[in-house]
C-alpha cells in the first residue's frame, strides 16, 4: 500500500509560482513513475506532467509546457508551477504509476492517488 500526500497549494495572483510537494509512504515508491494531474469541476481530469522512475524523465500535458516542472527526490514529488494562469485554477493530484515508464498521460496508468491540493489563480 502507497500513501500520498499533498501540499503546497494556495491563493495567487496571475503570474505567480507555487510548488506543490507529494510526499509518498508505504511500500517503496523509487521504481515507479508519478505523474500529476487536475480536473476542475465539469471538466475530464487533465494530465499535467509525468516523470521517471530514475527522474532522468518527463513529460508535460500541452496546456503546462513550458511554465511547469516536474522533479522528484527519495519519495517526494515536486510541481513547481510557474506563470500561473486563471485556468490553472482546480485541485491538483498526484498518482503513482503502475510502472517505471513515464509517459502515461491516462489516469488509468496510475494505481494510487492522492487526496489533492487546490491552487487558486486569481486574476
Known amino acids: 500500500q502507497v500513501h500520498l500526500a499533498e501540499s503546497g497549494g494556495g491563493l495567487v495572483q496571475a503570474g505567480d509560482s507555487l510548488t506543490l510537494s507529494c510526499e509518498a509512504s508505504?511500500?517503496?515508491?523509487?521504481?515507479?513513475?508519478f505523474g500529476w494531474f487536475r480536473q476542475a469541476a465539469g471538466k475530464e481530469r487533465e494530465f499535467v506532467a509525468s516523470?521517471?522512475?530514475?527522474?532522468?524523465n518527463t513529460y508535460y500535458g500541452d496546456s503546462v509546457r513550458g511554465r511547469f516542472t516536474i522533479a522528484r527526490a527519495k519519495n517526494t514529488v515536486y510541481l513547481q508551477m510557474n506563470r500561473l494562469k486563471p485556468e490553472d485554477t482546480t485541485v491538483h493530484c498526484c498518482?503513482?504509476?503502475?510502472?517505471?515508464?513515464?509517459?502515461?498521460?491516462?489516469?488509468?496508468?496510475?494505481?494510487?492517488w492522492g487526496q489533492g491540493t487546490r491552487v487558486t489563480v486569481s486574476s
Open positions: 508505504g511500500r517503496t515508491a523509487s521504481s515507479y513513475a
Open positions: 516523470i521517471s522512475s530514475d527522474a532522468d
Open positions: 498518482a503513482k504509476g503502475r510502472s517505471g515508464s513515464y509517459k502515461q498521460i491516462l489516469s488509468i496508468k496510475y494505481k494510487y
